[in-house]
């Protein structure tokens, strides 16, 4: 590598890791709003709102990358044409081609990252916070224990507690179920308890009665007395919240690639799943490298001026919002049928050969009007 391609490449990844600080901060501090609200509402500790915003860093960084890669090369391009340092290596005998070296350079070491961060940090974080997520679900303890208020912890279910001994012992519970359009359960008990179990916490009520009313069938009311009754609180609460299994998007690449995965390939739903989640892995990342090409190249297209380049950058950004739309669209389609995956590479291979069509159109010998010269 020469000497001035590891001085351009140097000051690309400089910008890079400034723009993309930037990027990162401001999409983290959009999402931690949200977390903060949510966690905290929910009775959850500041060490907990710090865990799940670390866990989400990965994910904003994937999506920062090709845009943070964009805006360091259109800086950079843009100083240098301004300082006529570019102009200069030109005039040495560098082709557009060649000055475009190091932003190729640049280019792969994004997508390189890119890469790395989607097929491993970004499955790992995403497998870490939903796991997280299941556990402060099951903590209904923390969430729903509120002596002497109604509450719905679900649409149809309210549940109210007159008092909480210092034991943890419930006095005075009242669960009402109005979920189903067929049957309405209410339960009343003396006492109850909540207990932890392998399968999600239970509620164990003691000396109370089953009130069930079968709206279906003549609206006929039937009264159970109960020694003791268990409830089971996840099933009651969060219906979606059992275990689904494995999940492609939580594996690594390396993973998804394997044959011992804990997938069943042989189902349709699974391979469609599995296809589509490698490709994207792969797809996405070439965003990278077409977003720096592309803004080096419509840069070279423009002439010194005193008023900037503001028609090329403008020219640029149009042209990236293009090629992030075409991926956007490609996506949806994959998601419709995994059969489609080259569309996925469409649009980063279009921008690519844009970029190259740029560069030679920048060399290309321009013709100056001659004006009148007065006598």
């Known amino acids: 590598m020469s000497r001035f391609d590891r001085y351009l490449l140097s000051q690309l990844l400089a910008l890079f890791g400034f723009f993309a600080l930037i990027l990162v901060a401001v999409y983290w501090l959009n999402r931690a709003v949200g977390l903060f609200d949510r966690l905290l509402g929910d009775g959850q500790s500041a060490l907990v709102f710090l865990e799940f915003s670390l866990l989400i860093l990965p994910n904003a960084i994937r999506l920062v990358l090709p845009i943070a890669a964009f805006i360091a090369t259109v800086y950079l391009t ?31 070491i994004i997508m390189v990252l890119h890469l790395i961060i989607m097929g491993f940090l970004v499955p790992w974080s995403t497998e870490i916070y939903n796991s997280r997520q299941r556990a402060l679900s099951d903590d209904i303890a923390a969430r729903y224990m509120n ?22 012992e419930l006095v005075g519970v009242f669960l009402a179920d109005d979920r189903s359009a067929k049957v309405r359960k209410i339960f009343n008990a003396k006492r109850a308890l909540i207990l932890q179990s392998e399968t999600g916490p239970k509620l164990l009520m003691f ?16 009264v159970t ?38 997938l069943d390939r042989s189902k349709p739903k699974v391979a469609d799943e599995i296809t589509r989640e490698l490709h994207l892995r792969f797809s996405q990342p070439l965003l990278s490298l077409a977003s720096a090409v592309m803004g080096f190249s419509i840069l070279m297209v423009g002439a010194f001026s005193r008023f900037g380049l503001w028609r090329q950058i403008a020219a640029a950004v149009l042209a990236l919002i293009v090629v992030q739309l075409l991926g956007t669209s490609a996506t949806s389609l994959v998601m419709e049928d995994a059969g489609k995956w080259p569309a996925l590479y469409a649009p980063p291979l ?21 004006g009148v010269v007065p006598a």
């Open 147 to 168: 002596k002497g208020q109604f509450m719905q912890p679900a649409k149809g279910v309210t549940l109210y507690i007159r008092d909480i001994t210092g034991d943890g």
């Open 350 to 370: 279009l921008g690519c050969l844009f970029a190259a069509c740029m560069l030679w159109w920048s060399q290309r010998p321009r013709h100056v009007r001659r």
């Open 225 to 262: 007395r109960f020694a003791d009754a268990t409830q089971d609180m996840r099933e009651l609460i969060r219906k979606d919240s059992v275990n689904r299994g494995p999940s492609p998007r939580d594996m690594t690449t390396t993973s998804l690639l394997s044959e011992n995965n804990g």
């Open 78 to 108: 843009n100083r240098l044409l301004q300082e006529s340092e570019l102009v200069v290596m030109q005039a040495t005998g560098f082709s557009a081609f060649r000055l475009a070296r190091p932003v190729l350079y640049f280019g792969l």
């Open 207 to 222: 000396d109370g009665s089953l009130q069930t009313l079968d709206l279906d069938g003549g609206r006929r009311l039937s």
